[in-house]
């Protein structure tokens, strides 16, 4: 198994600023994934974190918006840019690792 | 796109009943997971299916793969309390390297 390190937990941030998740895993994984949630909703992919490349985006989410960085096998971090309150949501990392998803205690964050 | 989709959205039981989710995938899968995610919790792995009919169980909770791997199903036999919680699907279809989440279903035990 993996034990994934999130932080911040929670945040609130002003219109217009910017927040930066980090996310650390225990051991060495090839591919980390960010998610965001909405309450009560299921779980959507933002991206995959590639460890010496640039990350993979879903539709609908762009690198201008949301910058990752993968700089090693145990480390990423999600920047939400530019934050509206439409981002407001939580924000959760995993990790996969022997074909399953471990996931971070996720990051709330409500935009004012 | 791929899409999963779960039924019912909500179920509300009183403890002791049995409870059902059932998965539908819009493409054949390679294979299945189901996840938990408790109240205020981040979703946790619960079991992996990967043949066609597979039928795996956890004490009372019984997990079954279709036929044509485009659904699942979980049965939770005379719930608890402790099975509170949000139960998703997960497929990967093809050569994709990524899951698919399905839509959940949350699941309310009441004494």
Redesign the interface.
Known sequence: SAVISQKPSRDICQRGTSLTIQCQVDSQVT?M?WYRQQP????T?IA?ANQGSEATYE?GFVIDKFPISRPNLTFSTLTVSNMSPEDSSIY?CSAILE????????TQLSVL | GQQVMQIPQYQHVQEGEDFTTYCNSSTTLSNIQWYKQRPGGHPVFLIQLVKSGEVKKQKRLTFQFGEAKKNSSLHITATQTTDVGTYFCAGISGTASKLTFGTGTRLQVTL
């Open positions: 591919m994934f009560g909703q299921s779980l992919l995959t539709s959760l074909g399953v998803l471990f996931f971070g205690s996720g």
